[in-house]
């Protein structure tokens, strides 16, 4: 994968899927912008695995949940680097809590990080991104598991599917492909949290290759999509999963 002179965002880069995306993206000769809310050494240290192997990138700070923020995330971008060409919306929450247990507030701030955040990313991307350009938004196959306790979340990521689906023709115009991406259980910090291990076991069970998925699987998928052999792939949901469902 060839990425010179490409410049892309990649939401929640600190960590898990979203660091090893910027990594791979970086390796390619990309330009990354990595986006952190909090972590900020976290942030610096994806800068430097970038950098060490010969590529360019920065760290810049946004909540996305904050609509003004995600605008000065793109505006930080285009000021340093004059363009954008991928858009990775990789940043969102999740926490499992039976319907019984769910509050107001982590209701909205699951909306407010994993939708709203995406929606509006997208539309400065609608604003400012250079035409033949990629959008890759991030689903869960746990949607269609049916499985306790993951209500807020799975129904945050069924609205992110849709909106993949609505904006493909809205981009179409413009030579930019959308798609999502669902990955299932992947060995990051975010799945791991909270759970047994009898728990994480049962989950390496329900795949085809009795394994946890991890960072670089999903990466994978991302260098597809980026790629130019992707083109004609657009509006759709992939689920990358090693079989879960």
């Avoid at 609509?67 to 000021?79: G, H, K, P, R, Y």
């Avoid at 849709?162 to 904006?167: D, G």
Wanted: charged fraction near 20%; hydrophobic fraction near 45%.
């Amino acid at each position: 994968m060839n990425m010179q002179d490409k410049v892309a965002i990649v939401t929640g880069a600190s960590r898990g899927i979203g660091r090893q995306i910027a990594i791979r993206l970086g390796q390619a000769g990309a330009r990354v912008v990595v986006n952190y809310s909090s972590n900020m050494a976290k942030a610096l240290e994806v800068v430097d695995s970038i950098r060490q192997a010969g590529g360019e990138a920065v760290a810049v700070r946004a909540d996305i949940a904050n609509v003004q923020e995600i605008e000065s995330l793109f505006a930080e971008t285009l000021s340093r680097f004059g363009r954008l060409d991928m858009l990775i919306n990789n940043a969102g929450i999740m926490e499992c809590v039976p319907l019984a247990e769910v509050t107001e507030e982590l209701y909205d701030r699951h909306f407010a990080v994993n939708v709203k955040g995406t929606y509006f990313a997208c539309q400065q991307a609608m604003k400012h991104m250079t035409g033949g350009g990629t959008i890759i938004n991030f689903s869960t196959s746990v949607s269609g598991a049916m499985l306790p306790a993951y209500s807020v979340y799975a129904a945050t990521k069924g609205a992110v599917e849709q909106i993949t689906r609505q904006l493909a023709k809205e981009f179409g115009p413009k030579d930019i492909t959308i798609n999502c991406i669902a990955p299932g259980q992947v060995s990051t910090e975010l799945f791991l949290s909270g759970k047994s291990a009898e728990l994480v076991d049962s989950y390496r069970r329900m795949n085809a290759f009795g394994r946890l998925g991890e960072p670089e699987d999903i990466a994978d998928a991302v260098e597809l999509l980026v790629s130019g052999k992707a083109r004609w792939i657009t509006g759709q949901t992939i689920r990358v999963n090693g079989g879960f469902n």
